[in-house]
């Protein structure tokens, strides 16, 4: 007896501690599902934010976590107010004024962005958003962010680009479109030189998708021209206040660019580096079509319908073949079937390769036949 009661003590007090401990790892066990199924669900949620917010966000905000993880720290140059001398006003876009400068340390002109006065608050977040993101790239076809003139504290500041002489490129097709040759023609565009604009745009996007980053917004006005035709992305902005004919609002509060919209941008608010491919689809088209809008003559609604129903642009007058395919494995609808950023990189240098090769076979041809004339 003296041993059985203080044994059968110890062993209910353990069986208890045993149950408690139990009960104890039931409950941490049932937490952590509650938690992970809490985390999951507002990770939908925010997904499900995304889709309906898509319109008001700046494309910063479709960084990848990868990328968000990843981003490294960037240092904006401040320029000093005194070496900035402004020339005169070389375009207008959402955020206001655009001017040509010259930055007295530096013989090359420069563009700087001012903020205009009166804008929401919204759109001061934009131009600061703008800073950060510009500031952040480093690519030949980006284009660079020299620094910024800070000018009082709290205010927005001034942003200070690489000048681009040419303008932005839809302008720059249309001036040049050999069909309607005016005085005002400044460039005579050749074939190669389209194919070389094209291969630009693919380089800077197979940049920025390396860097995990969405455009959203591509577009022909929304790339730069300079000199020797170097072609720069920008516009990580948004410049669609500028030209409004080319945004609508499907429902939202902000306009979207429809025309150069995926099915599945325009269907579900969904934004992607495969979006982004299917909108250089259409810069192709922009750019041998020499800046028309996209199906043009049609209004907004049947570009969706047309979406809706799978009709695509038409190959333009002037394409090469090579390049219409390239436009179409851009257009596919599923978006895991379109093109890789790289792969149409590839695929437009080895082009212009064997349009080079051409040219200099029928040269030399041309050159062995008068040979042959002349013995
Ligand atoms: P944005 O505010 O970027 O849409 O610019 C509005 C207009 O200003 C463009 O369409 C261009 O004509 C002009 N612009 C903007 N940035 C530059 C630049 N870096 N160099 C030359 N012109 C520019």
Redesign the pocket.
Known sequence: MQIFIPLSFTLVAVMIIAVLLYKRWRLCKRKNVRKKESVAKSNENIQLLDRMNIVNKNPSYFMSSRAATNSKKTFVNEIPIERVKILDI??????GQ?F?ATDDSQSTPV?V?VLKEGVSNEVREDFQREVEIMSAFDHDNI?KLLGVITRVIEETPYMI?????H??LA?MLRRNDPAMRKNGNDIILQKTDLIDIATQIANGMTYLTSQHFVHRDLAT??C?VGEGLAVKI??FGM?RD?YTCDYYRIGGSRMLPVRWMSPESVKYGRFTTESDIWAYGVVLWEIFSFGRQPYYGHSNEEVVRFLDEGILLQRPDECPSTVYHLMLGCWKTNPKDRLLFSRIYSHLVDYSQQIARNTHNMHSSDIDSETEMLT
Request: aromatic letters at 12%.
């Open positions: 070389v375009g207008e876009g959402a955020f655009v040509r563009a962005k284009l680009f690489e000048y681009m002489s303008g932005d302008e006005r929304n730069l920008s516009d410049a500028v």
